[in-house]
């Protein structure tokens, strides 16, 4: 009830921190106040952020990873390998493989995972992008690096009976340590000894 108090401008400030991932009405408050008495130009600079990189970032027209560009930096880089192909759920996860130093070949991002409990199926995530990629190139080894979840194992699965009969090699990470953990917090060590002790789906 306490919002009753703040200003209608306030409010709404308040009311759009509050539909951010983990954070409630109480922190949602916090923040908007924090924002009011912070510097101006670290406010303003984060507006400016926010509205910058909405307008500026979209999906990469190969991968599906953020980018600025049409075709993002992994994608163009021409030492790259580009026979192998790591699948991840989230942009994040290929910051996590970026920090192995392991790995140099391409990435697909799903921008999610198969989850039938929350509606999400095969033409909801960016598959249909992966297997023409696959039909199209010279791929010999897609490396599942889905989470370890139960979604994140079907998910590898699902695409796992697709591809393989495309004469293509299907591997996925020997996690162990991290299980039931999302891929994008694990530690690099850890991602790396994942990723040297693959093996075939
Ligand atoms: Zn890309």
Do not use: W
Not at 141 to 152: F, K, L, Q
């Amino acid at each position: 009830m306490s919002m009753y108090f703040y200003p209608p401008s306030v409010e709404e400030l308040i009311s759009y921190l509050n539909k951010l991932p983990g954070v409630g009405p109480k922190t949602a408050q916090r923040l908007a106040l924090h924002l009011l008495n912070t510097r101006e130009a670290d406010a303003v600079g984060l507006a400016r952020a926010i509205t910058a990189t909405r307008e500026k970032v979209r999906r990469c027209a190969v991968c599906g990873n953020l980018t600025d560009d049409e075709v993002c930096p992994v994608c163009s880089d021409e030492q790259r390998d580009a026979s192998v192909i790591c699948v991840v759920e989230h942009p994040g996860d290929c910051i996590a493989m970026e920090r192995t130093g392991q790995f140099n070949g391409l990435y697909h991002v799903l921008h999610g995972a198969l989850s039938p409990m929350e509606g999400i199926g095969p033409a909801e995530l960016n598959m249909d992008s992966l297997m023409q990629r696959l039909r199209g190139g010279n791929i010999r080894e897609v490396v599942m690096a889905t989470n370890t979840g139960v979604e994140g194992e079907a998910t590898a699965l699902y695409l796992a009976r697709l591809i393989k009969p495309l004469g293509i090699r299907v591997s996925r990470l020997a996690y162990g340590v991290a299980v039931g953990g999302d891929l994008e917090y694990t530690d690099e060590v850890t991602l790396g000894r994942a990723l040297a002790g693959r093996s075939d789906i």
